[in-house]
């Protein structure tokens, strides 16, 4: 069982920047793939960004290119989500993902999940 828990949201103007993070407990956090990803109202839950177990490698969404960079800390079993240049389509509910050894961009694929942190970015 891995417990995750998100922090590190709020409300932000567009432009600014936010830093997410998603600390695990419980079994060998690197033995999992981490993930971000966000829900906003009345829409799916999308990918935005994930890493390998090493951190070596990592994967992002068009849509977050070049603005956001996923990183780990596997010493403090932490994963964060640096978020800049935020725009108010980035808006959602941002939720911290584990997947047994290897990443993937389909969240039905992942076994456990954190509660998820609000962002809020206005106009």
């Known amino acids: 069982q891995v417990q995750l828990v998100e922090s590190g949201g709020g409300l932000v103007q567009a432009g600014g920047s936010l830093r997410l993070s998603c600390a695990a407990s419980?079994?060998?956090?690197?033995?999992?793939?981490m993930a971000w990803f966000r829900q906003a109202p009345g829409k799916e839950r999308e990918f935005v960004a994930a890493?390998?177990?090493?951190?070596?490698?990592?994967f992002y969404a068009d849509s977050v290119k070049g603005r956001f960079t996923i990183s780990r800390d596997n010493a403090k079993n932490t994963v964060y989500l640096q978020m800049n240049s935020l725009k108010p389509e980035d808006t959602a509910v941002y939720y911290c993902?584990?997947?047994?050894?290897?990443?993937?961009?389909?969240?039905?694929?992942?076994?456990?999940w954190g509660q998820g942190t609000q962002v809020t970015v206005s106009s």
């Open positions: 993902g584990a997947r047994y050894y290897s990443g993937s961009g389909f969240y039905q694929e992942y076994d456990y």
């Open positions: 890493i390998s177990r090493s951190g070596g490698s990592t």
């Open positions: 419980g079994r060998t956090f690197s033995s999992y793939a």
